[in-house]
């Protein structure tokens, strides 16, 4: 059974060059623009094994 990878960001070219290099390496790819869209995956597909994802954190430090 192939594993399941989420991927989660909101531009479009990393989803579709990062789901196609999982899914050439042998692995299942879901795709997700948003973290909404994300939580439903996560609700109505078969299990997760990985979720990649960018996260970015506005700070004022400066």
Known sequence: MK?????VDDFENTLF???LSI???GYKAHKAESGKKALEI???T??????I???N???NLF
């Open 3 to 7: 594993k399941n990878i989420l991927i």
């Open 17 to 19: 060059v990062t789901g």
């Open 23 to 25: 899914e050439q390496a």
């Open 42 to 44: 996560l609700k109505s």
């Open 46 to 51: 078969q299990p997760i094994d990985l979720i």
């Open 53 to 55: 994802t960018d996260f």
């Open 57 to 59: 954190i506005k700070t």
